[in-house]
Structures are given as C-alpha cells and as structure tokens.
C-alpha cells in the first residue's frame, strides 16, 4: 500500500509568486492535516480535513494560504503571495476515522524556500 | 493551550551510550501521548506511542512511559546505534479520536561509531 506522498519535495520561489503544494493521503484515509515547520522550530498544525470538508482551519497563518481537498481525495496547500517567512518543511498526514486512536501517518514533506 | 517541551538538541552519544530525550507536556483532560522520528532525507514516522496513564510504549529498543502525575513521556534506549541519528518528536493528541498533534521542537540526535 502506497503511503502518503506530497509533490513537490522542494521548491524555491522569490517573493511574492504563488506555489502550489499537492498531498495525497493513503487510500481511504478520512482525515488529511497539514503541518509546518519553520526554521527548525516545532511543527505547527495548519489545518485538518474530513473528507472535503475543513474541520479545524485554526493553524492557518494568514488569508495568503489557501487549502482544498476536492472530492475528498487529494489536497493542495497554495500560498499567495509567498512571503519570506513562510520558508519552511510543509507536512501532510492522513488518518482513518476508526482505527488505531490518531495514528497519523506522514508523507516526505516539501521543503519550501521563500527568497 | 495544549503544548509539549522537548530536551533541547542537539545530542551527541557514542555507539552504544544511554539515551534520554526529555519531553513534558501540557493539555487538559487524557490526551495520547507519541514520539515520532525523522531519519535523513525521509518523512516523519511514528516511533511509538501510550494512550492512558501508566502505558509504556516501546519499539526498536525505545521505550517510553506515560506519566501522569508528572506530565512527562520521556524517550529512552539502552544502547544506541549509529542508525538511530534522526530528529526526534514528541507529539500529543487531545482527548479524541482525530484530532491534530501538537509537537515539540523536535531533538537532533547523532550517534557516533
């Protein structure tokens, strides 16, 4: 079974252009979240999915980050415009509804460079 | 708010040295409790975890204790190996079935042969 996969594994953009970070969860994982570590910090929760729907949006930093789950399968995070300090390790991660309590599963990240 | 203070890194231990990583937490009510590892190049995986106080979690030779009465879950490994140099995170989750993780800062560990 395929685990969870994100695209790109790097990216590098100058400020304020816009990427576009793509997520897809294990197959029949509910729950999809994104996470942020920046500078070498903690992770930071940023938002959390049921299926297509936002279920906690509470991480989300600004109004510049945007996040879709279209037909509750994949997820894509976009960040318009970027800023410098938006430089960081984005993770995603999927969960089934029922199952082991939370056990999130992680995809590789990408890292994401703000120049 | 819910958080986590992880022993601050980075660790520098021989092959086959004692290994502690600290971590303490903060949450109301029963939260589950994990630590996650980082190998080089590689997302993060769940190392292992405790649900209820008392609970020991354990895998690869890591072990670490649910503590209540003194909000901790440190990490432990009686020997380290080489192959064990990897960021580590401790996580915990809030009383229900899937909610987010709030992680420490992570711990950088690197063991020497």
């Known amino acids: 079974e395929a685990g969870v996969t994100q695209f790109p594994s790097h990216s590098v953009i100058e400020k304020g252009q816009t990427v576009t970070l793509r997520c897809d969860p294990i197959?029949?994982?509910?729950?999809l979240y994104w996470y942020r570590r920046v500078m070498g910090k903690e992770i930071k929760f940023l938002l959390h999915?049921?299926?297509?729907?936002?279920?906690?949006e509470s991480g989300m930093p600004n109004n510049r980050f945007l996040a879709e789950r279209t037909g509750g399968t994949y997820s894509t995070l976009k960040v318009q415009p970027a800023e410098l300090e938006d430089s960081g390790v984005y993770f995603c991660?999927?969960?089934?509804?029922?199952?082991?309590?939370?056990?999130?599963?992680f995809g590789p990240g990408t890292r994401l460079t703000v120049l | 708010g819910d958080s986590v203070t992880q022993m601050e890194g980075p660790v520098t231990l021989s092959e086959e040295a004692f290994l502690t990583i600290n971590c303490t937490y903060t949450?109301?009510?029963?939260?589950?409790l994990f630590w996650y590892v980082q190998y080089p190049g590689e997302g993060l995986q769940l190392l292992l975890k405790?649900?209820?106080?008392?609970d020991k979690g354990s895998n690869k030779g890591f072990e670490a204790t649910y503590r209540k009465e003194t909000t901790s879950f440190h990490l432990e490994k009686g020997s380290v190996q080489v192959s064990d140099s990897a960021v580590y995170f401790c996580?915990?989750?809030?009383?229900?079935?899937?909610?987010?993780?709030?992680f420490g800062s992570g711990t950088q560990l690197t063991v020497l042969p």
């Open positions: 991660a999927s969960s089934l509804i029922r199952g082991a309590r939370n056990e999130q599963f």
């Open positions: 197959s029949g994982h509910d729950n």
């Open positions: 999915f049921v299926k297509e729907s936002k279920q906690d």
């Open positions: 949450a109301t009510g029963y939260p589950s």
């Open positions: 405790a649900t209820k106080a008392d």
């Open positions: 996580a915990l989750s809030a009383s229900g079935s899937a909610r987010q993780l709030t």
